[in-house]
Nanobody, 122 residues
Framework: QVQLVESGGGLVQAGDSLRLSCAAS????????MGWFRQAPGKEREFVAD????????YYADSVKGRFTISRDNAKNTVYLSMNSLKPEDTAVYYC???????????????WGQGTQVTVSS
């Protein structure tokens, strides 16, 4: 079992930056691939980024490529999502997830956090 807790969300203005954290506890964090997803009001949850357990494979959704950076610190059992040049359309609840391998598919991930709200005002 893995418990995931996101933090770092908040209300920012367009163009600002924010860094989300996802702290993991339980089974060995370093053996899991991690992903970030988000869900905007009235929309389905969508993939944002993923990272392999070695950080050797990283993948981004086109909508965030060049603005967001996913990283992980296995010594701290934490995965991060650094978000720059935020846009109002980035407003969503952001979720981290842990799974056996990195993927854009939600079904791959076994464990999910409760989410953290990010609101970007124009």
């Amino acid at each position: 079992q893995v418990q995931l807790v996101e933090s770092g969300g908040g209300l920012v203005q367009a163009g600002d930056s924010l860094r989300l954290s996802c702290a993991a506890s339980g089974r060995t964090f370093s053996s899991y691939a991690m992903g970030w997803f988000r869900q905007a009001p009235g929309k389905e949850r969508e993939f944002v980024a993923d990272i392999s357990w070695t950080s050797g494979r990283i993948y981004y959704a086109d909508s965030v490529k060049g603005r967001f950076t996913i990283s992980r610190d296995n010594a701290k059992n934490t995965v991060y999502l650094s978000m720059n040049s935020l846009k109002p359309e980035d407003t969503a609840v952001y979720y981290c997830a842990a799974g056996p391998y990195p993927s854009y598919k939600e079904s791959v991930y076994d464990y999910w956090g409760q989410g953290t709200q990010v609101t970007v005002s124009s």
